[in-house]
T-cell receptor, first 116, second 113 residues
């Protein structure tokens, strides 16, 4: 089956504009994660969705960042009033979710966001 | 504060030799450790993992060693192949929480033919 897909693959925007990034997880995966990787840094956790539970938003860097997930399918990450420091690769991952000590997270190719 | 540290940004080895990638962590709550491999323009892919109840896990050419007392783990690749050239991320998690991964900055491995 298809892996995790993300769109767009690249996004260039002007400072102050809003952007929306999309993630399509692997079918049947109940858990979905958003990470970002800024230049020269490791991946930073942003937000986690698991089934119908309340999302873990502990990694969101500011209130300009928000994310939604429709059931156990598509997720969108929205960044309002973008700043240059938001420039990064935004990665989405999905996994089977709970029921094991660890379920492998499968990553999408990422969206490279550049804020001018 | 970085909870997972990969202090060497790059490593270059000759094809056929051993590659040793190191990783240190500070959070004693972490109980599961993973290595991911990443090629340019692709997402990271899972390589190998180890639970904190073990000190070694082997999968083909890849072996991960865990030293809990030193809060240190390492990935050994032997023999190294040119196709192993990629960025390798060390990651850790606490399985009692929501499985979110804490990543190191990554190390770029170059295997010379």
């Amino acid at each position: 089956g298809a892996g995790v897909s993300q769109s767009p693959s690249n996004k260039v925007t002007e400072k102050g504009k809003d952007v929306e990034l999309r993630c399509d997880p692997i079918s049947g995966h109940t858990a979905l994660y958003w990470y970002r990787q800024r230049l020269g840094q490791g991946l930073e956790f942003l937000i986690y969705f698991q089934g119908n539970s309340a999302p873990d938003k502990s990694g969101l860097p500011s209130d300009r960042f928000s994310a939604e997930r429709t059931g156990e399918s598509v997720s969108t990450l929205t960044i309002q009033r973008t700043q240059q420091e938001d420039s990064a690769v935004y990665l989405c991952a999905s996994s089977l979710g709970k029921g094991a000590p660890y379920n492998e997270q499968f990553f999408g190719p990422g969206t490279r966001l550049t804020v001018l | 504060d970085q909870q997972v540290k990969q202090n060497s940004p790059s490593l270059s080895v000759q094809e056929g030799r051993i590659s040793i990638l190191n990783c240190d962590y500070t959070n004693s709550m972490f109980d599961y450790f993973l290595w991911y491999k990443k090629y340019p323009a692709e997402g990271p892919t899972f390589l190998i993992s180890i639970s904190s109840i073990k000190d070694k896990n082997e999968d083909g050419r890849f072996t991960v060693f865990l030293n809990k007392s030193a809060k240190h783990l390492s990935l050994h690749i032997v023999p190294s192949q040119p196709g192993d050239s990629a960025v390798y991320f060390c990651a850790a998690m606490y399985t009692g929480a929501n499985s979110k991964l804490t990543f190191g900055k990554g190390i770029t491995l170059s295997v010379r033919p």
